[in-house]
């Protein structure tokens, strides 16, 4: 596995400042757009049948991590109704609030920038250590939908990483992305700034490699959102496994 470096390890210094602050802004926008995600992007079968994919293999009680739960539909749901106990993660406290409100049972819910998984400020600066290096190993899968396109793409693969580290050996990863050569692309969505990043298909395979994982399935789905606003994109549907 190639070595990727890890800025949590040296965070002293502007930058780390000023990406948090960029993505608490764009948590924000989250907090506003609410219930209007869900409107734009009604149809879920891709990430459904990810799901799926999980729960065949993983028994009743297994502990899932939920990386960006947005608002818990489908997800949350989906893999809480399947018998698994999930620990959902979302930097969007508006999110945050649907999920809780829409099914309050389904998972342990925390806002946490997704960025500071695995690291010490898991437990420091968001009090939740069982997420931090202390919880190396204790997840049997985690998912991540649309979520790690809100980092650059130097961020996703340290993020990989991190996750990686909660992962049991042979964990699961169930991970969706839009196919696009971008990186911290600045767009406006549902009338919000944003800032977007992407991989093509081949390059992302790479991307897990190096991570230390191995793509088990790999599903391209043509996308059109309810809201004419969006362009149809190309979604992508990874069912990867952490390798050592």
């Known amino acids: 596995m190639g070595q990727i470096s890890d800025p949590a390890r040296g965070e002293a210094g502007s930058a780390p400042s000023r990406r948090r602050a960029e993505r608490a802004l764009q948590a924000v926008a989250f907090d506003a757009i609410g219930e209007r995600y869900s409107e734009a992007f009604p149809a879920k ?17 297994d502990r899932v991590l939920d990386i960006g739960c947005g608002t818990g539909d489908p997800t949350v749901r989906q893999l809480a109704a399947g018998g698994l106990l999930v620990t959902a993660v979302d930097l969007s406290d508006g999110m945050l609030s649907l999920a809780r409100r829409t099914f309050p049972q389904a998972a342990a819910y925390h806002r946490m920038d997704l960025y500071d998984l695995a690291t010490v400020r898991a437990g420091t600066a968001w009090g939740l250590p069982e997420l931090g290096p202390a919880g190396a190993g204790s997840f049997a899968a985690a998912t991540a939908f649309f979520s790690l396109i809100l980092l650059p793409q130097q961020e996703i693969r340290v993020a990989l990483g991190r996750i990686r580290r909660l992962l049991r050996p042979g964990g699961l990863l169930a991970l969706g992305l839009v196919e696009a050569d971008l990186d911290d692309c600045r767009m406006h969505f549902l009338g919000h700034p944003l800032r977007i990043s992407g991989f093509l298909r081949e ?7 190096h991570a230390g994982f191995t793509v088990e399935a ?15 994109e190309e979604q992508l549907f990874l069912h990867c496994r952490r390798t050592t």
């Open 45 to 61: 079968e891709g990430q459904l049948a990810a799901g799926r994919l999980l729960l065949d293999e993983l028994r009743p009680g």
């Open 203 to 209: 390059e992302l395979v790479e991307v897990l490699h």
């Open 218 to 232: 790999l599903n391209g789905r043509p996308y059109a959102p309810a809201c004419t606003a969006l362009p149809p």
